[in-house]
């Protein structure tokens, strides 16, 4: 916390930090974020570094990725999430053809059958055991055509959610990290 206070109190016009918020509490953690915020807001140019990655996304303007000592990305957060996609998850009450879900901007579709048991997993069809299918899938493409593939069938559940800054993280590593 202190080591907070150092950098900020001569009201700078940079600031260079690594892993800021570690080892403070969530509360505290939150009122630094904020804290930040503002403080971009007045026009202090901030770098830092972060392992949590939602924590870059919440208080971050632009991301910059090292990969083995040289920076090979930097662009907003926003557009680095739109650009690596969003993660699809279908449910169907019928199989599910992965050839008809592979429309334009669909990547990495995995297909196959769920058992419904009617236990937490939350599918409960009349009380019966049911087969289901469920794929999953990347997509960066328009969700239009995306919809338009998936009317087909009948749905029992479709999200669609924002890839994590983790798994945007890793694919400029290809999964594997470098020092």
């Given at each position: 916390?202190?080591?907070?206070?150092?950098?900020?109190?001569?009201?700078?016009?940079?600031?260079?930090?690594?892993?800021?918020?570690?080892?403070?509490?969530?509360?505290?953690?939150?009122?630094?974020?904020?804290?930040?915020?503002?403080?971009?807001?007045?026009?202090?140019?901030?770098?830092?570094?972060?392992?949590?990655?939602?924590?870059?996304?919440?208080?971050?303007?632009?991301?910059?990725?090292?990969?083995?000592?040289?920076?090979?990305?930097?662009?907003?957060?926003?557009?680095?999430?739109?650009?690596?996609?969003?993660?699809?998850?279908?449910?169907?009450?019928?199989?599910?053809?992965a050839d008809a879900l592979a429309v334009?901007?669909?990547?990495?579709?995995?297909?196959?059958e769920v058992e419904d048991d009617g236990?937490?997993?939350?599918?409960?069809?009349?009380?019966?055991?049911?087969?289901?299918?469920?794929?999953?899938?990347?997509?960066?493409?328009?969700?239009?055509?995306?919809?338009?593939?998936?009317?087909?069938?009948?749905?029992?559940?479709?999200?669609?959610?924002?890839?994590?800054?983790?798994?945007?993280?890793?694919?400029?590593?290809?999964?594997?990290?470098?020092?």
């Amino acid at each position: 916390k202190l080591g907070l206070v150092q950098a900020f109190m001569h009201d700078p016009d940079l600031v260079v930090m690594d892993e800021p918020t570690a080892g403070l509490d969530p509360l505290m953690q939150r009122e630094f974020n904020e804290f930040l915020r503002a403080e971009a807001d007045r026009g202090t140019t901030a770098f830092m570094s972060s392992h949590g990655l939602g924590e870059v996304r919440r208080v971050c303007d632009r991301v910059g990725v090292l990969r083995a000592g040289q920076l090979v990305a930097i662009e907003a957060v926003e557009d680095l999430l739109r650009r690596t996609g969003k993660t699809v998850r279908i449910r169907a009450a019928e199989p599910l053809d992965a050839d008809a879900l592979a429309v334009e901007g669909a990547h990495d579709v995995e297909v196959h059958e769920v058992e419904d048991d009617g236990g937490d997993g939350g599918f409960v069809f009349g009380g019966e055991d049911r087969i289901v299918a469920e794929a999953t899938l990347t997509f960066t493409g328009d969700v239009n055509r995306l919809l338009e593939a998936v009317a087909a069938y009948d749905l029992v559940d479709l999200e669609v959610e924002e890839a994590p800054l983790e798994d945007v993280f890793m694919r400029f590593y290809g999964g594997q990290p470098d020092a």
